[in-house]
C-alpha cells in the first residue's frame, strides 16, 4: 500500500463525512434486487426456451415464429447481460472494491470500470436489446401499423445517438485528464 494511502487510512474521518461516505452501503439492497431479478430472467429464459420446443413438435410452425423465439430467447440473455454489468460494474464504482484481481473468472473490462465505462457499455448494451426489439417488429411487421415501426425505428436511433454522445464525451473527458 502507498504511503499516501496509508496516511489517509490512519487519519479517522470526522462524523459527517464518515456517514456520507458510508451512505454508499444504502446501495447495497439495490444490487441484492437486481441480483433477484437476474433470477427472474434466468426462469424466463427457461420458459421461453420450453415454449421453443414445445413449438417445434407443431408441423404448422413457420421459420418466423422459430425467430421470434429464437430474438426472444437473445434478448433474454442481452438483458441479463446487461444486469451483470450493472451488478458488478454499480458494485465496484459505488459501493466496494469487490478485490477480484487475480480471479481467473473476473471479467476483463471490471478491471478499469469507472462510471464513465460504465455509461458507455450500459449505452451500447442498451442498443443491443433495442437492435433485438427492432428486428422481432420487422420480421413481424405486417402486425404493426406504421406509427408503430415509424416510433420504435426512432427510439432507436435516439438510443444510438445517445451512445454515441456519451462514447464521445467520455472520450474528451478522458483525453482532457491526460498528462501533458
Known sequence: MNEDKQTYL???????????????????PLYIG????????????WIELYHLITMMSNKDMTETALML????????????????????GGWETFVSRLELENHPDQPEWLSHVNA???????????????????LKTFINAASYDEKTLMWQTLI?????LSAIAIAYTEKIVHSSHKPD
Open 69 to 88: 423465439v429464437v430474438l426472444g430467447l437473445i434478448d433474454v440473455v442481452m438483458i441479463s447481460n446487461l444486469l451483470v454489468m450493472v451488478i458488478l
Open 116 to 134: 464513465g465505462v460504465l455509461k458507455v457499455k450500459l449505452a451500447t448494451a442498451i442498443i443491443g436489446i433495442s437492435s433485438i426489439h427492432l
Open 156 to 160: 432507436h436511433i435516439t438510443f444510438v
Open 10 to 28: 490512519d487519519k479517522k474521518l470526522r462524523p459527517l463525512p464518515r456517514w456520507i461516505f458510508m451512505s454508499r452501503w444504502l446501495q447495497a
Open 34 to 45: 437486481l441480483i433477484v431479478a437476474q433470477g427472474v430472467y434466468v426462469w424466463q429464459f
